[in-house]
């Protein structure tokens, strides 16, 4: 994939969920956020979450003529920084207690619906 | 290739970083090691963990970029890359956005004789995932989490490669460097490098009908260069008939040697990143950026140059050897103390780097002490053993056994015979069972001498010394004449 754009002292936040094209919220497209996140919505509710959605989306968009000339990023609201943890093993799980928390093993292995890449 | 067509390529190569254990939790790093037995909850993705980054991954990755000639940012942060497939267990990737560890840096190359120098764009952190298996039951997919979490250094050239030998130059060079510095042990075999690749053709730089293509599932430098082989010609084959070439993710099929096309993939490019809430930023600080630089060796261009400099090599002999630090040392070790530095050069680059090529080895495995070669050389230069019967018979079961040369010769019977009395009889031997090829000898034709030579050769299971024979059968033809 095309590298992102690199930013030395401005931080993106990411793209924001609605369209970037600069449509703002009437771009926005919950069913293929929805699709992404692997969520299935009827055509009913869809109507109702995606007025809803965009209601936040309006009242978080607020925040963008708020005028942050001079104004150091934040990527984290906790005032720390470097927190490191040095390369030392620790144990590992066993595999019988956390397959405890899996709908479906064999052997050692986590069993997943049968996922082969559609080649043509 | 038509130079008609204007071809790019860029390659983002994943580093897999040689730490103990994995990015963002203490689990052991072990290849091999049976499935799901290096995880934990951070790692499985388990709810209300907190990832914590692994402190020697960070310096690794530095080191890396500092090698590479890039800038570290002052700044960095992590972000998830999100999307789902069963090998990922949060949902998303532990990577970096837009505040990398590293920008810019460059490679040089060499291409048709010429130095070439390949941009960086940026190289940055993030987490390995899991491995998935397709083959267990034809009804299930299964999933072994060992590797997620492995820390992987991304290094993302400029498209500025122009064929597919320059991109195996490039690859070639980033291993050496990589290597090195010990920053990863670069094992092909146990995917410590991985490499996808971007390509597209067009006609000229303003043509809209040639899109990039990336292509993915390249495991070894071989594959690269084949996959981009066909890509460029389907490309060009297409831009021929007129066609548009879709932006799309293609998978390179090792046993079909084709590039498919991946639909599936498609979506899967809107990977909505946003900043990683459970990661605090980092600062890159001057001292450890001194710190790293200061303790980076001669690294293998540099290397190259002195080699060529100091034991009279050519560019290219030098350039071979410093591929691989353990091969470079090697060489060092043994011109130090013999001065026949052209020879072990070509013991090097001719039958131990072929052995290493067949038996698919890293030189390290060999356990070849320098000495060993040394005396082994010796043996021929004195006479003792010729060149051929060193390199097809004596070297592979020195390499094999790690005995001494001279005594494997002895036992083997294999010593070089030049003493006159024994290859006369030899000869006479010869010339006795092919009356036939004596007389065209005789009636003029000077290649049936070579013909009795190779007799002899035979007779002697290889050990006759091949110019004392060819001297003695002409004076012993010329006298029957
Ligand atoms: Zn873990």
Redesign the pocket.
Known sequence: MTPPPISNDSEAIGPPLADETGGGVSEFNLKHIASLARLHFEEKDLKVFESQVAGILKFVDELRKVNVDGVEPTSHPLPLTNVFREDEI?P??NVEEFQKNSPQVRGRFFEVPKVIEDKS | MNSKYLTTIGLEVHVQLNSK??I????EIRFGAPPNS???????GLPGVLPVLNHQAFRLGLRAVLALRGTPSKRIKFDRKNYYYPDLPKGYQISQYDCPLGQGGALEIETEGRLKKIRLTRAHLEEDAGKLMHDISAAASHVDLNR??TPLLEIVSEPELETPEEAYQYLTHLKAIIKSIGVSECNMEKGHLRCDANVSVRKNASDLLGKKVEIKNLNSFKAVKAALQYEIKRQTEALEKGEAIPQETRLWDDLKQKTLSMRSKEEAHDYRYFPEPDLVPFFVTQEEIDRELASLPELPKEKAERFARDYGLTTYDAGLLTQSSGIADFFEDCASGFPGHKTIVNWVIGPISAYLNEASLEFEALKLAPETLIRLIKLVESGQLSFQTAKEKVFPEVLKTHRDPEEVMKEKGLAQVSDEGALDAWIAEAIQAHPKVVSDFKSGKETAAMFLVGQVMKKSRGTANPGKVQELMKKKLKELV
């Not at chain 2, 290096?38 to 499985?44: D, E, F, G, K, T």
């Open positions: 620790k590992s799980l | 254990t994995k963002f939790c203490g689990c290096q995880v934990c909850p951070v790692c499985l997620a979490g």
